[in-house]
């Protein structure tokens, strides 16, 4: 099925450690959303970029960021790590950024903080 | 502000009984409503779009602008529906709600 390859697949750190997770988007995409989905809590959605621009931001604290290169490829980083960022983080991308469109989801990073 | 309410965490339905997931949402304008469909050790997908007014898996789903709401609905639940079901909604950002675990019981 089509989607997008996030890397790492796991990543395990420790507190206070930083942490990088990668999404190339799907061919011809330019959008690319970033999710946490941590157990019970759904999907919170914490980055979206498009065209190489951020458009908006969850409600997470600073030291969650990120951005999109020129070939669309984009990066999660999260700084001084806390034990409750242990969760899986999701990356989608879409076809049409300022319009509707489907979204192609990764499986996702886990990452465990130790 | 946009959002999309699922009021329900968890559904058990019997195979072959009707099932209907609720999604509620809040937009003042007009929206793109999607649900999404995540199976055990699957990637989160498509389900369907209201825009396109189709069935999928025997699913459907019909924008309520009345009552602001997209439910999900099934005549006969299959074990196989069993999964993880969002509801979301696009302007064009995407919200999506917390989600309702189905499981379908034998």
């Known amino acids: 099925e089509a989607g997008v390859t996030q890397s790492p697949t796991h990543l395990i750190k420790t507190r206070g450690q930083q942490a990088t997770l990668r999404c190339p988007p799907i061919s011809g995409h330019t959008s690319v959303y970033w999710y946490q989905q941590a157990l019970g809590l759904g999907l919170q959605f914490l980055l979206w970029y498009d065209e190489g621009e951020e458009r908006n931001r969850g409600n997470f604290p600073p030291r969650f960021s990120g951005r999109q290169f020129p070939n669309y490829s984009s990066e999660l980083n999260v700084n001084a790590l806390e034990l409750e960022d242990s969760a899986l983080y999701l990356c989608a991308s879409s076809l049409i950024g300022r319009n509707t469109g489907e979204l192609f989801f990764g499986e996702g990073s886990r990452l465990t903080v130790l | 502000a946009q959002r999309v309410t699922q009021p329900e965490k968890l559904l058990s339905v019997f195979k072959g009984a009707p099932v209907e997931l609720k999604c509620n949402y809040s937009?003042?304008?007009?929206?793109?409503l999607f649900w999404y469909v995540q199976y055990s050790r699957q990637r989160l997908q498509l389900l369907l779009r209201h825009i396109s007014r189709e069935s999928i898996k025997g699913f459907t789903a019909d924008l309520n602008k009345g009552e602001t709401s997209f439910h999900l609905k099934k005549p006969f639940a299959q074990e196989e529906d069993s999964a993880m079901y969002y509801c979301a909604l696009s302007n064009p950002q995407f919200y999506f709600g917390t989600g309702t675990s189905l499981t379908v019981i034998p």
């Open positions: 937009y003042s304008g007009s929206p793109e």
